[in-house]
């Protein structure tokens, strides 16, 4: 008899919840910040959230890779993993009674930075001789590779046909931008030849030339801009 009176006790109460004129949360958004991380950084997860009732919301997190600090409360911060990809972070809205979920990917990505350099010195370009100007680039986080460079040099010559010019990485890899072509004057060139170099360290243009000709110039500095991943 105890058991029955619990039992249409428990029904009477469901019946009360169910028709207890309770409205649901609805979940409209989750906001990102940053929007797109990087592998391995931590982002801030807003959701936003309407009970018509006024009710208290609580929130559950989850998400199919990567770690909550907290996976309860709002905003909760997400480390992202440490890999590139688009990933699934979900959540609970509950007022006690309903609850809503909600999901939204989040797209990990590594983003570029830069750094630059000049040296503005001007040398000679003695004939049959080389000369070389260096940049110290020491900017870029620990370990950062090229992934692109943009560099700018002035070149003052009687007789441009004389000329090579090379460009040295860091680790001493280099590449010859112009082999008795040189347009003359400012040229500037983009080029991801020299990508997975060191960006931090030394770097050097040295312009040749090969001909013992009577022709000379000046190297009148160069300046660099280094595109490196993230
Ligand atoms: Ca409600
Ligand atoms: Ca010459």
Redesign the pocket.
């Known amino acids: 008899m105890k058991k029955y009176i619990l039992l249409i006790g428990l029904i009477i109460l469901m019946g009360y919840i169910s028709c207890g004129g309770n409205t649901a949360p609805i979940i409209t958004d989750i906001a990102f910040n940053p929007n797109q991380p990087s592998p391995g950084s931590d982002v801030t997860c807003t959701v936003s959230a309407t009970d018509e009732d006024g009710d208290p919301l609580t929130y559950a997190w989850s998400a199919n890779n990567g770690t909550f600090a907290s996976n309860t409360g709002n905003p909760v911060t997400w480390t992202a993993p440490n890999s590139e990809g688009t990933y699934s972070i979900e959540v609970e809205a509950s007022d006690g009674v309903d609850i809503d979920t909600y999901s939204e990917n989040i797209q990990v990505a590594t983003g570029v930075g830069s750094v630059s350099g000049s040296n503005p010195n001007s040398i000679q370009?003695?004939?049959?001789y080389y000369s070389a100007l260096g940049i110290t680039i020491s900017g870029a986080p620990a370990g950062a590779e090229v992934d692109s460079i943009t560099f700018t040099i002035n070149i003052d010559?009687?007789?441009y046909s004389?000329?090579t010019v090379d460009m040295y990485a860091p680790d001493s890899v280099y590449t010859r931008y112009w082999e008795f072509n040189y347009p003359g004057g400012s040229q500037t060139r983009t080029s991801s030849i020299l990508a997975g170099r060191p960006v931090n360290g030394d770097w050097w243009l040295t312009v040749t030339?090969?001909?013992?000709?009577?022709?000379?110039?000046m190297f009148n500095g160069w300046n660099i801009t280094i595109y490196y991943e993230e």
Do not use: P, R, V
């Open positions: 370009i003695l004939d049959g010559h009687t007789s004389d000329l030339d090969w001909i013992m000709n009577g022709e000379e110039g």
